[in-house]
């Protein structure tokens, strides 16, 4: 493994030493209210003490199901101060999903807010709860008798993470702290982050983007948080031009909401303060980045990885300020990268395989999972990402699909990702998701959702021709559906697949 440098930090000390040189300047702006550094730290002390008095021992969890403040810092951090193991859950998980990670979990304590208690105590009444921006803090006693953590760890677990759980139930990371700083401060020193940025955190603060890459990055480097806890685009707008944001990261959804918003203004708003912008966790839009370019002054940048290791790839703003085309940028210092065939040999440059990866970042397993574990990490200490991806001669990594989405027609393998990059160029079509979708003859057959440019014509016949002059016949879309805009995940804010597939017709194309 590379050199370990920048992985044995301890984010709390680091963080108090940032404090303690710049105490009064802002860490947190939430709805218009600014938390200092010294208000920052001494909120997570008197949290931790409450904690601690509340009975919390070294290695208890504490579950944390709210939405994105300045409160939801102080909270988490608080919990690591206290010697817990912080739970993350997306606020926005369904009934049966937040009873399931709740009772999976078996924290000693559970952290809400006041928007999500009512549903945390309808999910699971018998578990002792407190409110986290109430006009006190103060946690009763903490359950006793939970069941202990993994004891054969190769670091102790310091956070459990839940997935947003949308093609089964919720799965749950574990991470060390090594993992937590190492992440915070990879991304802090390559997207060159220092105490004049200011930094939107629309992603939820449950995710590790939000979380660890972005929330505690920022502070990491003494820069300025700015807390939205939704990613509408008169948000972003009014926090970049009144808070004068530096840093925006999103999903690629956001990116193309957000341009939507703009094109349709009749006024253009200020955005001179933005130095960077980087999405993940989607496939890159390059057209509707493009319009962001050229509406903001400043290019969407990429990063890719998994949480359960992070961080892999991203771009160095500075080493290289333009990003390239489709990929989503290089691997970053102390991480490795393998892609190999499904044999587990490493291609050839330039071929497509599957990601491994591993590094200081790596999860330490899946919470209450071993079977699952063991399918995704290699005896010799790699994570199986199931991303396919390819590295060009620069060393740039384009992301071509995850293998779970592979459409197979007919024997051949169809990226939804490829078939995506060319509708979005296409001159008619804004946005687009390919699914697949049962098919008698073929096994699978592929097709896609459209966004329609404003005052283009829906022609499936034509966009299908014009595909057809990029891509291999089996690769064009079978059937086309007109949408007016894709359905989201109401937790991450990524485009929903299961939702598009419930949109196709069995057969022909549609408007809807």
Known sequence: MPGDAGTRGDYLVELRQVAAAQPTATAVIDEGRHTTYREFIEQIDLRADRL????????????LVAENSWKFLVSALA?????GVLATIYPSTGREDLRYTLHNADPALVLVDRG?????????????AAVIDGPDFAPPAVRTGTMPNPPDLREPVSLICYSSGTTSRPKAIMLSQTALYNGA??????????????TIVCLPMA??????????????????????????????VEAIESDRATFLPGVTTIFTKLVDHLERSSVRPDLS???????????????????????????????????????????????????????????????????????????????????????????????RDEEESAKVLTP?????????????????????????????????????????????????????TVVGLPDPIYGQAVAAAVVVEDGATFDPDRIRLDLGESLAAYKVPT??????????????????????????????????
Request: aromatic share 6%; proline share 7%; charged share 25%.
């Open 79 to 83: 919990v690591w101060a206290a010697g």
């Open 116 to 128: 999500t208690s009512g549903a945390v105590r309808a999910a699971a009444a018998e578990l002792p």
């Open 185 to 198: 401060r990879t991304y802090a020193d390559v997207w060159r982050l220092t105490a004049a940025d200011r």
């Open 380 to 432: 010799d200490g790699w994570y199986r990402t199931r991303d396919l991806v390819r590295m060009d001669e620069d060393g740039f990594v384009h992301v071509v699909g995850r293998l779970s989405d592979m459409i197979i027609r007919g024997g051949s393998n169809v990226s939804p990702a490829e078939v995506e990059r060319a509708l979005r160029e296409h001159p008619d079509v804004r946005d687009a």
């Open 273 to 367: 303060s933005l130095r960077l912008a980087v999405s993940g966790g989607e496939p890159r839009n390059e057209a509707a980045f493009q319009r962001f370019a050229e509406l903001a002054g400043r290019p969407v940048h990429d990063t890719f990885c998994a949480s359960e290791c992070f961080p892999l790839i991203t771009y160095d703003p500075v080493a290289d300020p333009y990003p390239v085309p489709g990929s989503a940028g290089r691997l970053v210092p102390r991480s490795e990268l393998r892609i190999v065939d499904p044999d587990g040999k490493d291609v050839p440059a330039g071929e497509v395989g599957e990601a491994f990866s591993r590094g200081p970042g790596l999860m330490l397993g899946y919470w």
């Open 207 to 236: 995710w590790l983007y939000g979380l660890d890459s972005t929330s505690m990055a920022t502070l990491l480097a003494g820069g300025t948080v700015i807390a939205l806890r939704r990613a509408r685009p008169d948000l972003l």
């Open 479 to 512: 059937r086309l559906v007109r949408v007016d805009r894709l359905p989201n995940n109401a937790t991450t804010g990524k485009v929903d697949r299961r939702a598009v597939a419930a949109l196709m017709p069995e057969e022909g194309n549609v408007t809807r």
């Open 52 to 63: 601690s008095a509340a009975g919390l021992r070294h290695g208890d969890r504490v579950a």
